[in-house]
Every structure is written in structure tokens, then in C-alpha cells.
């Protein structure tokens, strides 16, 4: 037998379907219906004659849920009179029941199944997510650690080169260690109206220290700082 395209078949069926709707069907309408597309009219009469066959095993199915439904309620009397009023055997009738109970349990077993795939790649997501935001951390401290450090070291570059340039050729290292000993402190006071002072100051600058600052062009580097903290 020739194939032919399923968009081809499709749109034939769907015809077919309007016949059903006419009242009545025309004589040699299907014939007409294979003309009409270039179809061999045997062709036509298969595909209808697999339709009706489909639609009844649907319609069937329908009808044997429907049944399963209508009875699921019933006492023992009324199942009775249902079956004799129907023609249905109470063995029938229970194997629907069953097949219809067995296809939900499968389809909640699949939906189970399913859901566990969810919480697995919701999991698996949370997991990436927060290992992202781990490391957009970490580059964001390291980038600005290395910002530190080069502003630190063109500090240090202006240091040593306005001490040179002042003829001091002391290194870093050792102006660190003399201007180590010029400590700053905070000394925190409260006035009798509850009023928190913080005051920044500093030791009395030794000799050395005076004359880095001297070099250095700072003339009060360590200038006494008050703030109010807060009201009491």
C-alpha cells in the first residue's frame, strides 16, 4: 500500500469527522472525499474503518469508567440492580475497577518518581548556587585585596621616593619600626547630661618622628579627633 503523509491522513480524518456531524451523510461522500485529495477511495474506507475502531475503544474506555464511577457508591442492592439493569457482570465490573485503580497507582507512582527528580535537581541547584556565591566572594576579597595592596604600594613608592628625594635613604622597614612607637588612642567620656565623647589622640611625637613628618611635608598627622558617639 502507498504511504502517504501523516498531515495528509490527518486532514482526511478530520473530513470523515464532519460526516459524522451531517445529518444525513450523502451517498459517495467518503468516494468524494478521496477524490478530493488524491487518495485511492479503499484508502479512505480503511482509515475510516480504523477510526470508528479507535473511537469505539475510547468510547468503550469512557463507558467503563463511567461505571466504575457510578457504582463506587452503591450498596450491595443497588450494585445489583445496576448489573442487571446494564447487562454487566459483577467479575467485569470488578476487573475495570481494578484497572482503573492500577492505572492510578502508576501514574502516582510516576508522579513520586518524578517529584524525588525534582527535589534531586532542586538540591543539586541550591548546591551550585550557594558554590556561586561562594566564589563571587572570594573574587570580590581577592580583588580587593589586591586593590589594597596596590594602593599600598604606591604609598610606599611616594614614601620612599619623598625621603630620597630629601636625601634619607632609610627603607620602609625601618621608618615603619621608628614611627612604630607614636601610638594613637581612643578615649571614650561621658558628660553629666549622659552625652558619649570619643576622642582620638595621640602620645607627644619623639625627635625621629618629627623629622619623618618634616620630610614627609606633614605638619599634624595625628591631630586630636572628637566625636559624639550617642545621647544617654
Known sequence: MKRYPAELKNKVVAALYELDNSEPAKAGAIAKIAKDHGINANVVYQWNSERKISANAVSDKINKIKAVVDTAAMNEHELGSWLRANGVLAEDL???????????DNKSAANRAHQVELDKERKARVRIEAELRRKEKALAEAAAHLFISVLAYHLLSAIELTLRQNNDKRRWSTIKEQLNS???????????????????????????????????????????????????
Do not use: C, M, Q
Not at 94 to 104: M, P, V
Not at 185 to 207: N, Q
Not at 211 to 227: H, N, Q
Open 94 to 104: 470488578e476487573e475495570w475497577r481494578n484497572t482503573l485503580e492500577s492505572a492510578f
Open 182 to 232: 607614636h601610638r594613637r588612642a581612643t578615649i571614650v567620656l561621658t558628660s553629666d547630661k549622659g552625652v558619649v565623647y570619643h576622642i582620638r589622640t595621640s602620645g607627644v611625637s619623639e625627635p625621629v618622628h618629627k623629622e619623618i613628618y618634616r620630610l614627609l611635608g606633614v605638619s599634624d598627622p595625628l591631630k586630636r579627633i572628637k566625636t559624639i558617639a550617642t545621647h544617654l
